[in-house]
């Protein structure tokens, strides 16, 4: 430890000096964004004493009431009752081993396999508050605590470190181990010291800054940063045993903890917020948040910081890739259309309905409205800088234009239209793009309208979103119902006939390699210089993603999206798709049409719903991490299992879901799964969503196989769950016996399936048909039964018009069915309040028709619970086919459909007072039967009571 | 003579059900088309029909989106959404967006004259699963998604509460009542229950107009 670099600390001296001096710089126009966990998020308590993450990327968070573990999505609590030794939690470290430490006020405990254990010893030796647990590098275990100075276990024994033996208090925050084998320790009497013969001690008249030590950070293999409660003290070990202890003196830092990340900068979390100093070389203190005391601060695998508060739980910062601008930080409207920032860092900000606001590179601001101004509408569609340096703004009621020494005038000439988009030909010439009369060609030299283009000069319309000429000199006329490209004096218009997936163009934009892309409702299209079509169909969770801007920067198409911004390299073959959401910071996830601005640095300027975004697109620091994926459980005959129970299916009833989820610290909605049935799944599936539906399966072994991949491509190593479906007893699902029995058409179309491809995809399919495939058939059905009523409307014979009648009716009656298992597997129509509604509706639309009355008594204290897709159907079912028996044949005037409470299962009553079940040795049909069966399939019991009418009374039932 | 434009993509469903509603003596049935944006287009230039039959799915801009266009320039004109299936979600959807009704593509020609005149006399109808869900949407506090202040403020608006009358109904329609129960039991006629209904619909509309003006930038406004 001898000490050598003495230029290099007289450099470091110099520079820590000047932080003294360095005003502190806050920003107040922008915001900062964070993302939160506490109360509302299901964190146990708002004041976060301690973070960690542990190896599958849960992060684990101790309060005052609580330790919770957050997987990204959900909070789980930890308490006392789960063998936690006390509920406040002081600390939490995890270890090489994969051991997660929790220290509380009260004793330590170890975490592992699921499982608390309290730390032997602790309990009955420390009754003071834990502030630090470490591992030492020989394996030992140190443990500071407040008030009873630091206990070190090596195994067997504890061995106590106190002012007995030599520390200078008994409370101590901090310990360090350095490389040359010496113990720091950060104590409310100075920075205590070991290096293997005595303690020695730093203090104030070594000039530390403050006696009460609360950090020990190390800087480098010569120093060490301590954070003390009045500022932050840089310690040298220069020499055999002496130190000089360099004051970066600020009496306004009150200093829990400090922290350098893994890009070198220094976060200091202290009493009155979070500071930051981006560069020790170049120190500048820097307000990160202020809002209220920041006990500790911690970087997660991913690189990003988080920051646990007394009172607001704990944060993410998300600073580094976004920063906003609010209504709250002066906006004049959330709503930011357009957005320009000029060579002289001049940012102008296009509101809709709020004018415009010009920000001056010195946080200057300055609003322009109709009220205040010649602004001619406080709803601007678009801002360009014109080669004069003037500013032009297309507004829904005409153009204003601004100058910098003069001002916003108005330009009189033009007429009167709602103005989308303004571009630049030539020093004189502007394309004006209107949304009632096509697009003109403005002199602004001669204050004429050189040329009008509208549909009479063959424009597909006259309502037109943008306008951008390419380098070939051909303009591209954006509109709602196609493209015109204009070349010269000929006009070729592209629409949803030549192949367009869709014709709402929002953005266009030049593509490096010539390529036109232009943005539309459902994603991308590109048209290619050999004269093809690509197109780029956006997609989430099922649902098209609209793009409202679409632009190419650093190998990349960046996309403006209803789910925030979206990139993805259109060379892959199957690209990667990131997405940037709200979730992550920015402002919101829905981006406005063509509100974006990429500005000299290389920052996105995003206009949203919610405000505005600056971005930064090159954020070469983010590390890319695997997400952990779990297979949460599977649900099965109403019963929901663990992943690692092995499932037994019964033939006839084999369907399943399998949720899971991954475990991210980033926005969890942007991680995608890939899974398959081994041996069964030709090919991996992707999704969105955290759950998916096998249905039907074959009898044999199968082995469902799960990966995650992060939003950075990462994909995560598998899991799997084991099921098999037994042989069957019978061949007949209730899927095919419908279909059967309601239409033989429908079931040639599936059996027609069946045989091209194997019997998994058929499944999938099968499902799948519930939500598209159903609409064709539907819409097929539909059509029958309406050219059934038409053809009645005729002057046909009796005959035929029977006929046709049947026809009609036949075909809504599997329309209805279908309706009815499009109802069923949609996952929206989980609760039993859905159940109850779907009931009446059949009910009341059945007995529109008779003279029955029918009561409900409905007793649904648990309307809002979910319940199984299954048991859903099969009591639906049941009901169904009871009020439809009772309107068939018991001549019944009144129906009572009751559905109530019975310790700890459900009743379910349908009664009539009708003339009660037929004579026995009469048939009674499939429709007791039927109802048997699925009383079987839910476990509950079916009674048939004849007694003043029928009775169908379904006990024990499991909602 | 009133008239009747419908949006449809399906080419054969259209057909029938134009052919038919022209038929009638109190119809018009003329102008059909396969997209929200062409009839947009003629409504710029020429006479707006009194009722517009709808498809949600439709291809380029969806239904409900399309609704909202429509009804946000032309709120004189009426909206029925047609759909396959009882999807209560996408009903509920288009009746934010302004629908006065919504129709089964595959209720019987006669029926489909009948909900038009409904429409036409004022009133609207309201099944069981659609009620459930204007219950939930009235009594949950801040139902629209915070988008700008002005936009709060007439959300606040009592104007656009249920009313004790309207409740009523709703509460009714969810317990399972028939109209005519709900009528019997509120001493009131069947045309206005219906009418009620429509009012309902139409608070339901002003409430989730704050969503409007934002997506609607991508298109219209």
């Given at each position: 430890?001898?000490?050598?670099?003495?230029?290099f600390?007289?450099?470091?001296?110099?520079?820590?000096?000047?932080?003294?001096?360095?005003?502190?710089?806050?920003?107040?126009?922008?915001?900062?964004p964070?993302?939160?966990?506490?109360?509302?998020?299901?964190?146990?308590?708002?004041v976060?004493?301690?973070i960690?993450?542990?190896?599958?990327?849960?992060?684990w968070?101790?309060t005052?009431?609580g330790?919770?573990?957050?997987?990204?999505?959900?909070?789980?609590?930890?308490y006392?009752?789960n063998?936690?030794?006390?509920?406040?939690?002081t600390?939490?470290?995890y270890?090489?081993?994969?051991?997660?430490?929790?220290?509380?006020?009260?004793?330590?405990a170890?975490?592992?396999?699921?499982?608390?254990?309290?730390?032997?010893?602790t309990?009955?030796?420390?009754?003071?508050?834990?502030?630090?647990?470490?591992?030492?590098p020989?394996?030992?275990?140190?443990?500071?605590?407040?008030g009873?100075?630091?206990?070190?276990?090596?195994?067997?024994?504890?061995?106590?470190?106190?002012?007995?033996?030599?520390?200078?208090?008994?409370?101590?925050?901090?310990?360090?181990?350095?490389?040359?084998?010496?113990?720091?320790?950060?104590?409310r009497?100075?920075?205590?010291?070991?290096?293997?013969?005595?303690?020695?001690?730093?203090?104030?008249?070594e000039?530390?800054?403050?006696?009460?030590?609360?950090?020990?950070t190390?800087?480098?293999?010569?120093?060490?940063?301590?954070?003390?409660?009045?500022?932050?003290?840089?310690?040298?070990?220069?020499?055999?045993?002496?130190?000089?202890?360099?004051?970066?003196?600020?009496?306004?830092?009150?200093?829990?903890?400090?922290?350098?990340?893994?890009?070198?900068?220094?976060?200091?979390?202290?009493?009155?917020?979070?500071?930051?100093?981006?560069?020790?070389?170049?120190?500048?203190?820097?307000?990160?948040y202020?809002?209220?005391?920041?006990?500790?601060?911690?970087?997660?695998?991913?690189?990003?910081?988080?920051?646990?508060?007394?009172g607001?739980g704990?944060?993410?910062?998300?600073?580094?890739?976004?920063?906003?601008?609010?209504?709250?930080?002066?906006?004049?409207?959330a709503?930011?259309?357009?957005?320009?920032?000029?060579?002289?860092?001049?940012?102008?900000?296009?509101?809709?309905?709020?004018g415009?606001?010009?920000?001056?590179?010195?946080?200057?601001?300055?609003?322009?409205?109709?009220?205040?101004?010649?602004?001619?509408?406080?709803?601007?569609?678009?801002?360009?800088?014109?080669?004069?340096?003037?500013?032009?703004?297309?507004?829904r009621?005409?153009?204003n234009?601004?100058?910098?020494?003069?001002?916003?005038?108005?330009?009189?000439?033009?007429?009167?239209?709602?103005?989308?988009?303004i571009?630049?030909?030539?020093?004189?010439?502007?394309?004006?793009?209107?949304?009632?009369?096509?697009?003109?060609?403005?002199?602004?030299?001669?204050?004429?309208?050189?040329?009008?283009?509208?549909?009479?000069?063959?424009?597909?319309?006259?309502?037109v979103?943008?306008?951008?000429?390419?380098?070939?000199?051909?303009?591209?006329?954006?509109?709602?119902?196609?493209?015109?490209?204009?070349?010269?004096?000929?006009?070729?218009?592209?629409?949803?006939?030549?192949?367009?997936?869709?014709?709402?163009?929002?953005?266009?934009?030049?593509?490096?390699?010539?390529?036109?892309?232009?943005?539309?409702?459902?994603?991308?299209?590109?048209?290619?210089?050999?004269?093809?079509?690509?197109?780029?169909?956006?997609?989430?969770?099922?649902?098209?993603?609209?793009?409202?801007?679409?632009?190419?920067?650093?190998?990349?198409?960046?996309?403006?999206?209803?789910?925030?911004?979206?990139?993805?390299?259109?060379?892959?073959?199957?690209?990667?798709?990131?997405f940037?959401?709200?979730?992550?910071?920015?402002?919101?996830?829905?981006l406005n049409?063509?509100?974006?601005?990429i500005d000299?640095?290389?920052?996105?300027?995003?206009?949203?719903?919610?405000?505005?975004?600056?971005?930064?697109?090159?954020?070469?620091?983010?590390?890319?991490?695997?997400a952990?994926?779990?297979?949460?459980?599977?649900?099965?005959q109403?019963?929901?299992?663990?992943?690692?129970?092995?499932?037994?299916?019964?033939?006839?009833?084999?369907?399943?879901?399998i949720?899971?989820?991954?475990?991210?610290?980033?926005?969890?909605s942007?991680?995608?799964?890939?899974y398959?049935?081994?041996?069964?799944?030709?090919?991996w599936?992707?999704?969105?969503?955290?759950?998916v539906?096998?249905?039907?399966?074959?009898?044999?072994?199968?082995?469902?196989?799960?990966?995650?991949?992060?939003?950075?491509g990462?994909?995560?190593?598998?899991?799997y769950?084991?099921?098999?479906?037994?042989?069957?007893?019978?061949?007949?699902?209730?899927?095919?016996?419908?279909?059967?029995?309601?239409?033989?058409?429908?079931a040639?179309?599936?059996?027609?399936?069946?045989?091209?491809?194997?019997?998994v995809?058929?499944?999938?399919?099968?499902?799948?048909?519930?939500?598209?495939?159903?609409?064709?058939?539907?819409?097929?059905?539909?059509?029958?039964?309406?050219?059934?009523?038409?053809?009645?409307?005729y002057?046909?014979?009796?005959?035929i018009?029977?006929?046709?009648?049947?026809?009609?009716d036949?075909?809504?009656?599997?329309?209805?069915?279908?309706?009815d298992?499009?109802?069923?597997?949609?996952?929206?129509?989980?609760?039993?309040?859905?159940?109850?509604?779907?009931?009446?509706?059949?009910?009341?639309?059945?007995?529109?028709?008779?003279?029955i009355?029918?009561?409900?008594?409905?007793?649904?204290?648990?309307?809002?619970?979910?319940?199984?897709?299954?048991?859903?159907?099969?009591?639906?079912?049941?009901?169904?086919?009871?009020?439809?028996?009772?309107?068939?044949?018991?001549e019944?005037?009144?129906?009572?459909?009751?559905?109530?409470?019975?310790?700890n299962?459900?009743?379910?009553?349908?009664?009539?007072?009708?003339?009660?079940?037929?004579?026995?040795?009469?048939?009674?049909?499939h429709?007791?039967?039927?109802?048997?069966?699925?009383?079987k399939?839910?476990?509950?019991?079916?009674?048939?009571?004849?007694?003043?009418?029928?009775?169908?009374?379904?006990?024990?039932?499991?909602? | 003579?009133?008239?009747?434009?419908?949006?449809?993509?399906?080419?054969?469903?259209?057909?029938?059900?134009?052919?038919?509603?022209?038929?009638?003596?109190?119809?018009?049935c003329?102008?059909?088309?396969?997209?929200?944006?062409?009839?947009?287009?003629?409504l710029?230039?020429?006479?707006?029909?009194?009722?517009?039959?709808?498809?949600i799915?439709?291809?380029?801009?969806?239904?409900?989106e399309?609704?909202?266009?429509?009804?946000?320039?032309?709120?004189?004109?009426?909206?029925?959404m047609?759909?396959?299936?009882?999807?209560?979600?996408?009903?509920?959807?288009?009746?934010?967006?302004?629908?006065?009704?919504?129709?089964?593509?595959?209720?019987?020609?006669?029926?489909?004259?009948?909900?038009?005149?409904v429409v036409?006399?004022g009133?609207?109808?309201?099944?069981?699963q659609?009620?459930?869900?204007?219950?939930?949407?009235?009594?949950?506090?801040?139902?629209?998604?915070?988008?700008?202040?002005?936009?709060?403020e007439?959300?606040?608006?009592?104007?656009?509460?249920?009313?004790?009358?309207?409740?009523?109904?709703?509460?009714?329609?969810?317990?399972g009542?028939?109209y005519?129960?709900?009528?019997?039991?509120?001493?009131?006629?069947?045309?206005?229950?219906?009418?009620?209904?429509?009012?309902?619909?139409?608070?339901?509309?002003?409430?989730?107009?704050?969503?409007?003006?934002?997506?609607?930038?991508?298109?219209?406004?």
């Amino acid at each position: 430890m001898i000490f050598r670099a003495y230029t290099f600390i007289t450099k470091l001296i110099f520079l820590f000096a000047i932080i003294q001096s360095c005003s502190i710089s806050v920003l107040n126009a922008q915001v900062i964004p964070f993302k939160t966990i506490s109360l509302d998020e299901g964190l146990s308590q708002s004041v976060v004493q301690a973070i960690t993450q542990d190896k599958f990327g849960y992060l684990w968070i101790g309060t005052e009431y609580g330790l919770n573990r957050f997987n990204g999505k959900r909070v789980d609590a930890f308490y006392q009752t789960n063998g936690l030794p006390s509920n406040n939690i002081t600390e939490v470290y995890y270890d090489n081993a994969g051991v997660l430490w929790v220290g509380t006020d009260h004793g330590v405990a170890t975490y592992l396999n699921e499982q608390f254990n309290i730390f032997e010893g602790t309990d009955t030796l420390i009754q003071n508050p834990i502030n630090k647990i470490i591992h030492h590098p020989d394996g030992s275990v140190w443990i500071a605590t407040e008030g009873s100075g630091v206990w070190h276990y090596d195994g067997l024994v504890f061995e106590r470190w106190n002012t007995d033996n030599g520390l200078p208090s008994d409370s101590v925050r901090d310990i360090y181990f350095d490389n040359d084998r010496i113990i720091w320790m950060a104590t409310r009497n100075g920075v205590a010291y070991f290096d293997g013969t005595a303690i020695r001690v730093v203090n104030k008249d070594e000039g530390l800054s403050d006696e009460k030590v609360r950090s020990l950070t190390p800087l480098s293999n010569l120093s060490l940063i301590a954070g003390t409660r009045n500022g932050i003290t840089l310690l040298f070990k220069s020499g055999d045993s002496e130190h000089i202890a360099v004051n970066m003196r600020n009496q306004l830092l009150k200093v829990n903890q400090v922290m350098l990340d893994s890009r070198s900068r220094m976060w200091i979390a202290e009493e009155s917020g979070l500071w930051r100093i981006d560069d020790i070389n170049k120190p500048a203190l820097e307000l990160i948040y202020n809002e209220t005391f920041v006990s500790s601060v911690f970087e997660d695998a991913s690189g990003s910081i988080w920051f646990g508060t007394f009172g607001n739980g704990a944060l993410q910062y998300q600073g580094d890739a976004f920063i906003n601008y609010t209504t709250d930080s002066g906006l004049p409207n959330a709503v930011v259309s357009s957005v320009y920032q000029t060579k002289d860092k001049v940012t102008w900000v296009g509101t809709f309905g709020g004018g415009v606001l010009r920000m001056a590179p010195n946080g200057e601001k300055q609003v322009f409205q109709r009220s205040n101004s010649s602004l001619k509408d406080n709803r601007i569609f678009h801002i360009i800088e014109d080669e004069s340096n003037r500013i032009w703004f297309a507004t829904r009621n005409g153009i204003n234009r601004y100058k910098e020494g003069i001002g916003l005038q108005q330009i009189p000439r033009i007429p009167n239209d709602k103005y989308r988009f303004i571009h630049q030909v030539s020093h004189d010439l502007f394309w004006l793009a209107s949304e009632e009369n096509g697009i003109f060609l403005w002199n602004d030299r001669k204050q004429t309208i050189e040329r009008e283009i509208t549909t009479k000069e063959g424009l597909i319309s006259n309502s037109v979103r943008v306008v951008e000429a390419s380098s070939d000199g051909r303009l591209w006329v954006g509109t709602t119902n196609g493209i015109s490209m204009i070349d010269g004096k000929t006009v070729t218009n592209y629409n949803l006939a030549t192949g367009l997936i869709n014709q709402v163009i929002l953005d266009i934009f030049e593509g490096w390699d010539g390529r036109i892309w232009f943005a539309h409702f459902m994603g991308l299209s590109s048209l290619n210089k050999d004269g093809t079509w690509s197109h780029y169909p956006l997609e989430f969770k099922g649902e098209p993603l609209a793009a409202y801007v679409v632009r190419e920067f650093d190998d990349y198409l960046w996309v403006g999206t209803n789910k925030g911004l979206v990139r993805f390299n259109h060379k892959q073959k199957n690209p990667q798709i990131k997405f940037y959401t709200a979730d992550m910071g920015l402002v919101s996830d829905e981006l406005n049409k063509g509100s974006i601005f990429i500005d000299t640095e290389g920052y996105f300027w995003l206009g949203t719903i919610r405000g505005l975004s600056k971005f930064d697109p090159l954020l070469q620091y983010e590390k890319k991490i695997q997400a952990t994926v779990l297979i949460d459980e599977i649900e099965a005959q109403g019963k929901r299992n663990e992943a690692y129970e092995n499932i037994e299916l019964e033939y006839d009833d084999n369907h399943f879901e399998i949720h899971f989820s991954a475990i991210t610290t980033q926005d969890p909605s942007t991680i995608q799964f890939r899974y398959r049935l081994r041996d069964a799944d030709p090919d991996w599936q992707t999704t969105y969503s955290n759950s998916v539906r096998y249905a039907g399966l074959p009898d044999g072994d199968y082995q469902f196989q799960l990966q995650s991949i992060s939003n950075d491509g990462i994909q995560s190593q598998s899991v799997y769950a084991n099921v098999k479906v037994l042989p069957p007893f019978w061949r007949a699902s209730w899927f095919i016996f419908l279909v059967l029995s309601s239409l033989f058409v429908l079931a040639y179309l599936i059996v027609n399936n069946i045989r091209v491809s194997k019997q998994v995809e058929v499944e999938r399919m099968r499902v799948r048909i519930a939500g598209d495939l159903h609409d064709d058939v539907g819409a097929s059905l539909t059509e029958m039964a309406l050219q059934a009523d038409f053809i009645q409307s005729y002057p046909l014979s009796d005959e035929i018009k029977e006929t046709m009648q049947q026809l009609g009716d036949m075909s809504r009656q599997v329309v209805n069915t279908m309706d009815d298992i499009v109802w069923s597997i949609d996952a929206r129509n989980d609760t039993v309040g859905d159940l109850t509604d779907r009931i009446q509706d059949f009910a009341n639309q059945i007995l529109s028709r008779t003279a029955i009355q029918i009561y409900y008594h409905f007793d649904l204290r648990d309307e809002k619970r979910t319940i199984h897709a299954d048991t859903r159907q099969n009591v639906y079912l049941i009901c169904k086919e009871a009020v439809n028996n009772a309107v068939k044949y018991s001549e019944a005037t009144e129906i009572h459909l009751s559905l109530r409470h019975d310790k700890n299962a459900c009743i379910l009553e349908i009664k009539d007072n009708g003339k009660g079940l037929p004579e026995s040795g009469k048939k009674t049909g499939h429709g007791l039967k039927n109802m048997q069966l699925r009383a079987k399939r839910l476990q509950a019991n079916l009674e048939f009571i004849s007694d003043k009418g029928l009775t169908v009374r379904l006990t024990n039932l499991k909602l | 003579m009133k008239e009747i434009s419908i949006i449809e993509d399906n080419e054969k469903i259209r057909t029938l059900i134009q052919k038919f509603l022209d038929n009638q003596p109190e119809f018009t049935c003329t102008r059909v088309f396969d997209a929200v944006e062409p009839f947009l287009q003629e409504l710029k230039t020429k006479t707006h029909p009194n009722v517009v039959l709808m498809d949600i799915d439709l291809p380029g801009m969806n239904g409900i989106e399309g609704m909202k266009l429509i009804k946000s320039q032309y709120p004189n004109i009426e909206i029925i959404m047609l759909t396959i299936y009882h999807d209560s979600h996408k009903i509920f959807d288009s009746l934010c967006a302004g629908a006065s009704g919504y129709l089964l593509k595959h209720t019987s020609l006669p029926e489909i004259k009948e909900s038009i005149e409904v429409v036409l006399n004022g009133g609207s109808v309201m099944s069981p699963q659609i009620a459930r869900k204007v219950m939930t949407y009235f009594s949950s506090s801040g139902h629209t998604p915070d988008l700008s202040k002005e936009a709060k403020e007439a959300d606040k608006n009592a104007e656009n509460e249920l009313t004790m009358r309207e409740r009523e109904i709703v509460i009714g329609l969810v317990d399972g009542l028939s109209y005519k129960m709900i009528g019997d039991r509120m001493d009131i006629s069947l045309d206005t229950v219906r009418a009620h209904i429509r009012n309902i619909y139409r608070k339901l509309h002003v409430n989730s107009k704050a969503e409007v003006i934002a997506k609607s930038l991508r298109g219209e406004i």
